[in-house]
């Protein structure tokens, strides 16, 4: 039987660490290696060497368990665990100087689809300004000593977040889909970093959030924040968030955003 609780601390000491080496690039200078799939889609040295630290930690530490990363891709482990890592999310915000990126890293119980994974721990940790998000399955979600919950907004005015996806054709899409939600939002952010837009919202700090196309890296850490905050977090209708659609928020405030998201034309 895993001990969760050993699990969130490995993962928080390994996420500490990272978020150190990448501030330490940061003030050394980070350039642009490679662009991927789009022009927002880039990836720094940085990343790479952050989440080659990460990966080492985990195999030194749990060898049995498997590995999902944004820039070194996947292996399974015999364990039925796999950590899910982005070593820089928001790496456009990292590259350009903005302080606004973080560690992402979730252990999850592997089943054959990606919408179907359930986090057993979640830490989101933003190096910049040392704020670490942690949760652990029916423990909670945590800043620090403070315990975390998603807002209950009353009036009609929800501070809301967004993404766009990197598929040019989805662009359209995302545009009208904000249209459609501007009349229920006091403003909308785009901040570029998947994982603390669900941390923000797991801490009261943004209403609601709404994004398409996020890998399980993007949101495996964050989801399980904005759940053990007492928040819902849902794809399509009926569905685990996924690359089709994200939203999270509390209980009113996803459904009636998942309202205006789903009557898509
Ligand atoms: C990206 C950021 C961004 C989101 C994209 C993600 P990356 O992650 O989280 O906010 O809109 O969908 O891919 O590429 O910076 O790790």
């Known amino acids: ?3 969760s609780r050993d699990l969130a601390t490995l993962a928080v000491d390994i996420a500490r660490e990272a978020g150190a080496l990448a ?6 200078g980070v350039a642009i290696a490679a662009t991927k799939s789009a022009l927002a889609d880039i ?3 940085a990343d790479r060497e952050v989440e080659g630290l990460i990966r080492g930690r985990i195999a030194a530490a749990r060898p049995e368990d498997g590995f999902l990363g944004e820039e070194s891709g996947a292996e399974r482990g015999a364990s039925g665990l796999t950590w899910v890592v982005d070593p820089i999310d928001g790496t456009v915000n990292y ?3 903005i302080p606004h990126y973080a560690v992402s890293i979730a252990v999850v ?3 054959p689809r990606p919408e179907d994974w359930e986090a057993l721990v979640g830490v989101v940790f933003s190096p910049a300004v040392d704020e670490l998000f942690r949760a652990e399955r029916g423990g ?4 620090g000593e403070s315990r975390l919950a998603v807002s209950d907004p009353t009036d009609a005015g929800a501070l809301l977040a967004t993404g766009f996806g990197y598929d ?3 662009h359209a899409g995302d545009l009208a889909r904000l249209a459609r939600i501007m009349p229920v939002a006091r403003d909308i952010r785009r901040a570029g970093a998947a994982s603390l837009d669900l941390a923000y919202v797991a801490a009261g700090r943004l209403d609601g959030y709404v994004e398409r196309g996020l890998q399980p890296w993007d949101h495996a850490a964050g989801a399980l924040l904005v759940r053990e905050a007492g928040g819902v977090v ?3 209708p009926g569905e685990a968030p996924s690359r089709a659609m994200t939203i999270a928020a509390s209980g009113a405030l996803h459904a009636a955003l998942s309202e205006r998201v789903f009557h898509e034309s």
């Open 43 to 45: 990836v720094t040295e």
């Open 1 to 3: 039987m895993v001990d």
């Open 23 to 28: 501030r330490r690039r940061r003030t050394e």
């Open 95 to 97: 590259a350009y100087g």
């Open 168 to 170: 040019p054709a989805t």
């Open 234 to 236: 849902g794809g399509l």
């Open 109 to 111: 119980e592997r089943e």
């Open 140 to 143: 909670g979600a945590w800043l």
